[in-house]
């Protein structure tokens, strides 16, 4: 009796759920983020969800895309570099702006995405001076947000 207790029916082991349990540490690691199902959705209800996601998300924001269509054709236009020094131009403002170490004092944590987080890691050593990190960037980052919408910001706060 004891032995058929012990042993393991291999048939009745889901290995979706199984891995998908392993794959689920997005809450270990921000226990107030929302649960994702550890089961993926199945069939045509998955295929139907995503429709209506995407229907949604179209209508929502229809208006948004066309002022972000506008501005993003205009940053093309200024992105774009006909030779290359000029592109090596553009990198070394780009690295004088974002890139070089910030002094700071009194540091506090913020958080964001892993994937997030990873993406400005690899572009912080890749591209940033020595000693350079995902939170000097983010720093970086939020100074020249802050100059160039202050203004802007403080204005916005008023009304």
């Known amino acids: 009796m004891g032995k058929e207790k012990d042993e393991v029916n291999l048939t009745d082991i889901n290995a979706s759920f199984v891995i998908s349990s392993f794959k689920n540490k997005e809450i270990r690691n921000n226990p107030s983020m929302p649960a994702r199902p550890l089961l993926p959705p199945q069939g045509a209800d998955h295929i139907q969800t995503e429709s209506d996601l995407s229907n949604t998300i179209s209508t929502s924001t229809s208006v948004d895309i066309a002022d972000v269509d506008s501005k993003s054709t205009i ?7 006909s030779s290359p020094p000029q592109r090596k131009a553009a990198f070394e403002k780009y690295r004088d702006l974002y890139l070089t170490t910030p002094k700071i004092k009194h540091r506090k944590p913020v958080f964001i995405s892993e994937e997030l987080r990873e993406q400005l890691d690899e572009i912080a050593r890749r591209l940033g001076n ?3 990190s995902a939170s000097g960037f983010l720093e970086n980052m939020a100074i020249h947000h802050l100059k160039e919408f202050g203004e802007d910001i403080d204005y916005w706060r008023k009304m």
Do not use: P, Q, S, V
Not at 75 to 81: E, G
């Open 75 to 81: 940053a093309d236009d200024n992105t774009k570099r």
């Open 130 to 132: 020595k000693g350079m």
